[in-house]
């Protein structure tokens, strides 16, 4: 369960749009359709459906965008996590619907940026880089996919020499640049979408922990000092909640952290990064960066490390940002800040209903930014009544580890010491 919390500590907080702050729930509503969890999940959800005309409320147990929503990388990466065995399930038949699902959460987000006019620093280009030889023959077959289904955007294989050029680190030996992907202040995205659904005509909560979900024709929402009585509910906690059994032991919380420097010099800015794109490595213990709008680093990995403490953070960040950037030894760490992601152990994105009218989705694991957007739509869909989206994931069941909610913090630890020997490899 969360705690009731503002923003604070990341760079995000430290430049988040100023929110509409939203009461808590108070008394008996009553709406069309309920969503637990304003991340982008929840909040993309709400919005959809406050655009067809639904009463919608969102009950959030802290703010809006406080969970992984409002504290990740910022990267607008294409494609779903799992998508081989989704491709597996569905035969080639589903090539063509998971080609436009992989992509169809940065249409969402370009639309919303320009017609509601949300302040998010969204910027186009993004490059995948290789550590290992596999990782350039990945990327091989990547370029070939956009190739032959005529990507719309600028996509380039580069040799390790012109990704040195492009991004100032002779680190990696290749890359893949793919402009149709790229990078946006999450906080403040989330904040304006939910601005945008409120403006709609959604009720947000803040401040207001969901204590259990009472079930029948009419689910009831229920937080301390009030309820939601609504036809349908979404839960959309992620992997910050564990409110309901049949939920435990499928997804499994992942620790990330993320590090800011103080602003970098033009000269720098030039050296490093002209093109402000992100940049991400294939590995599953990966490291990823970009800049700020401020032109500040933002530097993202995983750690072995469950605590909070900045001081920790920017120690362990220092090191490996310096291997990539050893011209940063003299720069200072301004933020440093972790959040949690939601990884499934097939790394499928986990779509599915615990009563007919109680749906849920999560389990994004890196791809978040994008494919909540497509989330929203497709649960959104479900409420009005298809469902064919919904199906290619729900179809997929997600696998439970027996004992694994009990233990999964240790868990997760063994898998990430796992994931880090291959990466090695
Ligand atoms: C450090 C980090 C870096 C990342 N980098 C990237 C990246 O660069 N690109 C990318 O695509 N993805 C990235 N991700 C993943 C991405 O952020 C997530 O997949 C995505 O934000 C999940 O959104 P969500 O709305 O489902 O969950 P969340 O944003 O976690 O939202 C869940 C919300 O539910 C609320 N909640 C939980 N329980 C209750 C309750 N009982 N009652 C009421 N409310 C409740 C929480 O307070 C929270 O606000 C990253 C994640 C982290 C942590």
């Known amino acids: ?84 065995k989704i491709a597996e399930a569905h035969g080639a038949g589903a090539e063509k619907l998971l080609w436009e699902m992989r992509w169809a959460g940065h249409d969402i987000i370009r639309e919303r940026v320009a017609r509601y006019g949300i302040d998010c620093d969204l910027k186009a280009g993004y490059l995948d880089v290789a550590i290992k030889k596999r990782h350039l023959a990945a990327f091989d077959a990547e370029f070939e996919r956009l190739q032959r289904h005529n990507f719309p955007h600028e996509f380039r294989l580069l040799s390790a ?92 919380p992942v620790n990330s952290f993320i590090t800011a420097t103080e602003p970098l010099s033009a000269a720098l800015v030039q050296q490093m990064n002209p093109r402000d794109l992100a940049v991400c490595d294939p590995n599953f213990v990966l490291e990823y960066f970009r800049l700020s709008a401020d032109k500040r680093l933002l530097f993202g990995g995983r750690i072995n490390y469950s605590g909070a403490d900045p001081e920790y953070i920017k120690k362990n960040h220092r090191p490996r940002m310096l291997k990539i950037y050893p011209q940063l030894h003299d720069t200072r760490i301004d933020y440093a800040w972790g959040g949690t992601i939601g990884v499934p152990l097939n790394r499928v994105p986990q779509f599915g209903r615990v009563a007919p009218n109680v749906l849920f989705a999560q389990g994004y694991s890196g791809h978040g930014v994008n494919v909540t957007h497509l989330a929203g739509r497709i649960l959104a869909d479900v409420i009005a009544g298809t469902e064919e989206r919904f199906d290619v994931f729900a179809k997929i069941k997600p696998v439970r580890v027996p004992g694994a909610y009990r233990f999964r913090h240790q868990l997760v630890a063994l898998g990430v010491f796992y994931h880090q020997l291959r990466d090695w490899l």
Not at 14 to 32: C, I, K, M, R, V
Not at 62 to 75: I, L, P
Not at 236 to 251: D, M, Q, R, T, V
């Open 1 to 84: 369960m969360t705690t009731s919390q503002p923003h604070t500590g990341s760079y995000y907080a430290a430049t988040a749009n100023q929110d509409a702050g939203y009461p808590p729930l108070s008394g008996e509503q009553h709406a069309d359709v309920c969503i637990i969890g304003a991340g982008f999940t929840g909040i993309s959800t709400a919005l959809h459906l406050a655009e067809r005309g639904y009463n919608v409320h969102v009950v959030e147990a802290s703010k809006v965008g406080w969970g992984a929503s409002g504290r990740n990388g910022g990267q607008m990466i294409g494609g779903i996590s799992g998508e081989q």
């Open 161 to 252: 020499g012109e990704t040195a050029d492009l991004i100032g680190t002779d680190a990696y030996i290749g890359s893949l640049l793919n402009m149709g992907n790229g990078h946006l202040h999450p906080l403040n995205l989330c904040i304006g979408e939910a601005r945008a659904a409120a403006d709609n005509g959604a009720t947000i909560y803040e401040g207001s922990p969901v204590l259990g979900v009472e079930r029948g024709s009419k689910a009831r929402v229920i937080t301390e000092r009030g309820s939601v009585a609504a036809d349908w509910v979404v839960i959309a906690g992620n992997a910050y909640h564990s409110l309901l059994p049949e939920l435990h032991g499928i997804l499994f």
